[in-house]
């Protein structure tokens, strides 16, 4: 097996034991980009010159002893996450030319325990999307099936660790671009609770939802890399100063008398047969563990994609305000005036699906609208999260499908945008309620597709998550397959 198959753990592993260098992980990853990244696309920045300088200077610290467990390890960071000195352009024509003067925190403390980046991955339009399509640097494809979508927005973080161009990635949760694209991917990916991990340096979608969360190849890295990430940052004023517990402590325990509850609102009409049978195999794995599995309600979950669509768009439209063309980013030559030249730059600058959001957050927050939209969206966001915590007061966990479907061929939906929002329909809820989710690869289709499960739990209980997504996945019988590419 290659060096970029491995997972942080096993890497780790033959680093300690001298078998391996970072120098020689990071050489064979970049073999393993220039054979297929042709393929997929799943970087828009490749940073190959400074990542071997990182490797170099990882393997004199880890001759001196000084050995972490990210130390050395490849990891790719979605290109919403400021890197000092390498641009981030949020997969847009506006900030193509952007090069930030700072890091983002967690890619500080990524560099803190002295991982190494490969460079930063294709997204979806200010991750505005659920496909990768929107992007202005072009598609990126799943690695299992090329003419099809790996799933959005951070479709190049996942797919980059699904076709084994990175070690593990980063990438950021609105609405479910973490979960989603991870199961379409077939990989392992967390949304943490809002609050867990800094959001400073992260340029804004939805400053009220959006979450920052790794990708891997298994459970015990999201462990490595949560380990890695979280904590109070005073830099962001929503990050919340809890207790931050070793997260690979919770892999050794089981799930006996577990409670897990099962929404019924999730087991709907328009599931893929397939999807469905998949995540009833987990229900009865999860039994054979020890846990009690039981039906519960939570009601206000039909008006998740209404209650997003009006939250997210509103909070974009205000965060996006920023983007005029005069002190970074791209601006239009053309404007006979200042007025002219706002209007053009972003008219010019913003994609089709970036200025619809815009326009339906402006139009929900607008003078005589905003009690009708915004504040009665508010108002129900709040009776769903009210309805998780009464859940979670009866449960441990709560288990769902993460997607409706397998991932659906490119081009498939781009012109019906009520599709696309229907895809993260099973996402949404966490991001409005501010819970942690995590989806883990729970079989496939009878063509090859990957099929992932969703676990979520209470506020900062990511180690529940864990403890069970490593649970299943130490003891379920999902074939282990890689993509041919």
């Known amino acids: 097996m290659e060096m970029n198959q491995l997972t942080i753990h096993e890497l780790q592993k033959k680093i300690r034991?001298?078998?391996?260098?970072?120098?020689?992980?990071t050489e064979a990853l970049f073999k393993r980009i220039e054979a297929v990244e042709g393929k997929v696309n799943s970087y828009i920045t490749l940073t190959k010159e400074?990542?071997?300088?990182?490797?170099?200077?990882?393997?004199?610290?880890?001759?001196?002893?000084?050995?972490?467990?990210?130390?050395?390890?490849?990891?790719?960071?979605?290109?919403?996450?400021?890197?000092?000195?390498v641009r981030t352009t949020c997969g847009s024509r506006i900030l193509e030319t952007f090069i930030p003067p700072y890091d983002s925190t967690v890619v500080k403390?990524?560099?803190?325990?002295?991982a190494v980046f490969p460079g930063k991955t294709n997204m979806d339009e200010f991750a505005m999307g659920s496909s990768t399509e929107t992007s202005y640097f072009g598609i990126t494809r799943n690695p299992w099936d090329l003419e099809r979508i790996p799933g959005g927005s951070s479709g190049g973080s996942a797919a980059a660790v699904a076709a084994d161009e990175c070690i593990a990635s980063?990438?950021?949760?609105?609405?479910?671009?973490?979960?989603?694209?991870?199961?379409?991917?077939?990989?392992?990916?967390?949304?943490?609770?809002?609050?867990?991990?800094?959001r400073f340096g992260l340029i804004a979608f939805a400053s009220s939802l959006d979450q920052i969360g790794p990708f891997?190849?298994?459970?015990?890295?999201?462990?490595?890399?949560?380990?890695?990430?979280?904590?109070?940052?005073?830099?962001?004023?929503?990050?919340?100063?809890?207790?931050?517990?070793?997260?690979?402590?919770?892999?050794?325990?089981?799930?006996?008398?577990?409670?897990?509850?099962?929404?019924?609102?999730?087991?709907?009409?328009?599931?893929?047969?397939?999807?469905?049978?998949?995540v009833e195999?987990?229900?009865?794995?999860?039994?054979?563990?020890?846990?009690?599995c039981r039906e519960i309600s939570i009601p206000h979950t039909e008006y998740c994609v209404t209650v997003y669509y009006i939250i997210a768009p509103s909070e974009a439209s205000s965060n996006l305000a920023r983007y005029d063309g005069v002190r970074y980013g791209f601006r239009s030559g053309e404007g006979r005036d200042l007025l002219d030249m706002y209007k053009m730059s972003r008219s010019d600058g913003f994609g089709a699906e970036v200025k619809r959001r815009i326009m339906i957050g402006t139009y929900a927050l607008s003078s005589g609208y905003y009690d009708a939209y915004y504040k009665k969206a508010s108002q129900v966001r709040a009776l769903m999260k009210g309805e998780f915590e009464r859940a979670f007061e009866a449960c441990d966990v709560i288990l769902t499908p993460v997607t409706p479907t397998p991932a659906f061929k490119v081009g498939e939906k781009l012109d019906d945008p009520l599709q696309m929002y229907l895809s993260d329909i099973f996402t949404l809820s966490a991001n409005l309620a501010g819970i942690p989710g995590i989806?883990?690869?729970?079989?496939?289709?009878?063509?090859?597709?990957?099929?992932?499960?969703?676990?979520?739990?209470?506020?900062?209980?990511?180690?529940?998550?864990?403890?069970?997504?490593?649970a299943y996945e130490k003891n379920s019988k999902i074939e282990k397959r890689r993509p041919v590419l």
């Open 439 to 470: 989806s883990v690869p729970c079989g496939f289709t009878e063509s090859g597709l990957p099929i992932g499960v969703q676990f979520l739990a209470g506020p900062f209980d990511e180690g529940k998550l864990l403890q069970i997504a490593y």
């Open 17 to 25: 034991e001298g078998e391996t260098t970072s120098l020689e992980i």
């Open 50 to 85: 400074s990542a071997l300088k990182e490797a170099e200077i990882a393997d004199k610290e880890i001759e001196k002893g000084n050995i972490g467990e990210l130390t050395g390890i490849p990891i790719a960071i979605k290109d919403l996450m400021c890197t000092k000195g």
């Open 216 to 278: 891997t190849k298994d459970v015990e890295d999201c462990a490595i890399m949560m380990n890695a990430i979280s904590g109070y940052d005073p830099n962001d004023s929503t990050s919340v100063p809890a207790e931050v517990p070793d997260y690979r402590e919770f892999l050794s325990r089981g799930i006996d008398g577990w409670t897990v509850g099962i929404p019924k609102e999730y087991f709907i009409e328009g599931i893929d047969p397939e999807v469905s049978a998949a």
């Open 109 to 114: 403390k990524l560099r803190g325990d002295g």
């Open 170 to 198: 980063l990438g950021s949760d609105t609405g479910g671009s973490i979960r989603q694209p991870a199961a379409l991917c077939g990989i392992v990916g967390m949304k943490p609770t809002y609050g867990r991990v800094s």
């Open 281 to 292: 195999g987990v229900i009865k794995e999860v039994e054979k563990l020890g846990g009690q």
